[in-house]
């Protein structure tokens, strides 16, 4: 039985500092690189920190696991949560990624999202928050500047859009406020908030339609009225965001398109009072 009040990690940096020698080695390597204990054999996590076999039993024995696979699956679970450590390998570290190789990943990350994107389901998403009473876009940590993006490019076409929340604000002001003739823009790219789908069902109950756009890591989510995953596999410690960044393009430039009149009224509109007022 795997006990969860505290994580993998935090078990991990609370043990280091009483540990011996080799068990403080093998602990640090795991803090480093965490998913590869979610990913291999005692025996072979032991041949990469360079400890013995007996020094892994006893350092996982010591973090109040009675196996190794269970302290593994309580790995594993933590490693769905996101977090880049967990996909970060020792080889990963041992060498510089060229600019060849991140340039070559996000290439095939735009690709394949892309691939289950129709212009179908652009379109209804872009005449849906044309047409909606209000549009609200969330998004938290680093999802917060997606967010941020699309909401002021959107600002261009849609007069009634607002990006929340804003810094000390909590949501609960904001939802009950949602509509059922609303859109909400929701980014739950990793590592997503522990409430996130808490966050999604309250949505949910407001019967707005609901544009979800995730990375490839989450569970397609069966309320949402689109659910957009976006790849962000990277070479390196980080996650690649260049396909989070095309969706938000393809959402934008399709409501200008469709704004049509309308929208290229409010653009021109927009230009005449920043000349006004001489901020451009």
Not at 46 to 64: D, E, N, P
Not at 157 to 175: D, F, K, M, R
Request: hydrophobic share 45%; proline share 3%; glycine share 6%.
């Amino acid at each position: 039985m795997i006990v969860r009040d505290r994580s993998f990690l935090t078990r991990v940096r609370d043990a280091l500092p009483n540990l011996r020698p080799a068990e403080r080695r093998l602990g640090e390597f795991v803090c480093d690189f965490p998913g590869e204990l979610a990913s291999y054999s005692a025996q072979e996590l032991a041949a990469l920190a360079h400890v013995s076999k007996a020094t892994v039993t006893r350092f996982i024995q010591g973090l109040g696991y009675e196996t190794y696979e269970e302290a593994r699956r309580h790995a594993r679970l933590e490693k769905q949560t996101g977090s880049r450590l967990f996909l970060t390998t020792a080889a990963d570290a041992s060498g510089e990624q060229s600019v060849a190789a991140h340039a070559a990943q996000a290439v095939a990350n735009v690709e394949a999202t892309f691939l289950s994107v129709t212009d179908q389901q652009v379109a209804a998403i872009a005449q849906a928050i044309l047409d909606a009473r209000k549009v609200w876009v969330i998004g938290f940590r680093a999802s917060h500047p997606f967010a941020a993006y699309l909401q002021w490019q959107l600002t261009q076409v849609v007069e009634n859009i607002v990006a929340i929340p804003s810094a000390g604000q909590t949501l609960g002001e904001h939802l009950v406020s949602v509509a059922p003739d609303d859109v909400v823009i929701v980014f739950g790219l990793r590592r997503r908030i522990a409430r996130m789908e808490l966050v999604l069902d309250q949505i949910g109950k407001s019967s707005a339609r609901l544009l979800y756009i995730s990375d490839e890591g989450a569970s397609f989510h069966g309320n949402a009225t689109w659910h957009l995953r976006c790849q962000t596999l990277a070479p390196g410690p980080l996650f690649s965001h260049v396909s989070v960044m095309a969706m938000c393009h393809v959402i934008a430039t399709r409501c200008i398109e469709l704004a049509a009149t309308k929208g290229r009224k409010r653009l021109r509109n927009i230009e005449a009072v920043n000349d006004a007022l001489e901020e451009l």
